[in-house]
């Protein structure tokens, strides 16, 4: 279990984290350390635990703007897609001035521009405030989190950073249904309003990880080490390589479809009759059942830690293409409900088992850009897909396509798969 959170750990926090560390701290208590990792569980909490929100605003948003599913789907896609992809455009930054600074100025700028939102007179402000501005600050807490809790720990840096992982889907599980009782009351500027308050109560954390500098184990990167794995990583010239390549199409294409059930399940729960509390229900549920999923990977890692990670990747991928068929296929609440079930299974033990196949792909020296790249690519998926979905829904009048679509591309993620660990071993 100890190696396979390693793998986690390194995920996590590489893109500021490499093999050459230099030790400037003291030793900080129990309680620092307990602070800092309360600290950054907020600021996941808040971060992608934040995008199923915007999935039940989603529908408010196309009522008061009249707007085109296509255009408001853009909101949570650009949101959620920069959380992943601007990390790395700020991963400079936070090297240089640490993080809590940037926490400070990224929940700054969040907190405003969602309030400034709520004054929206179309759906392209709502798009610019909520899903640029938004979704890019968002990556840097979302990055200094791992960061901090990397510097952080040492002796017990993979469990720090396990349980940090948790907070996603706490957020994804209670937030939905916080803004569902929110916009009943205020309305969905109100809500916005009420959650941009929320996202300011991250700048305390910005200051309890900047009075805890002192005791970060940081790190400096030479240009030698970059340099060396910049030349492996744009060689290809084995087996592996194209394994890898391979890889990288996958972390393009599954993670913006494997999204249509956190983006789109409250506008399809109305289109079928029920109302907006209900597919509230099934939304926050996506994350209760994807916290499941990513305990049962552990501990398949864990009973199996020698296990090749492609062949379980390639499995989940089938049963993720199951989930999306049966919640568009089986219209009652209940057939919904075991789609839900099944795709957050399927989807906390795919994200639980990524990290495991990056480094089992590329080796621990070049591991550090390999999941830089990865996501990057998700990021990118991501945007797309979100314009794709709404697309679809204003073209066909349903998102039947959508999910059918999604369908094709998880069982030809789990074909890949299995051609991946075929090259592995040939």
Known sequence: MANRLDKLETSEKTPLLSESTKLVRTTPSKWRQCSVLIACMYLHFMSLGFAPVLGVIYVELIRQFNSARSETAIVQSMYQGLTYVGGILFSGVVSKIEVGPPVMIASASSGLALFISAFSVNIYMVIVLVGFVGGMSMSINYLCAFVAVGWMFVANRRAALA???MATAVGQTALP???DYLIDEYGWAGTFMIASGLILNS???GLVLYFSRDFFLTENKTSATSSSVREKMCQCRSKQDVAYIMFVVVCLIFPGTSAVESWFTVDISELRGFDR????ILLS???AFGLVGRLLGTILLT???TISIAIPLAIAFQFLA????LVVYLTDFYGMLGGIFVRGISIGMVMCLLPGMQLELRGINRFPRTVALCNVTSGLGIVVCGYLGGFIADWTGSYDLAFYIA?????FCGLLMVVIKCLQYV
């Open 163 to 165: 349980f940090l992982t």
């Open 177 to 179: 249904n916080i803004a």
């Open 203 to 205: 700048i305390p954390c």
């Open 277 to 280: 509390q209900q597919g509230t």
């Open 285 to 287: 549920l996506v994350g």
């Open 303 to 305: 009973f199996w830690p």
């Open 322 to 325: 199951l989930a999306h068929f």
């Open 407 to 411: 369908v094709g591309v998880s069982v």
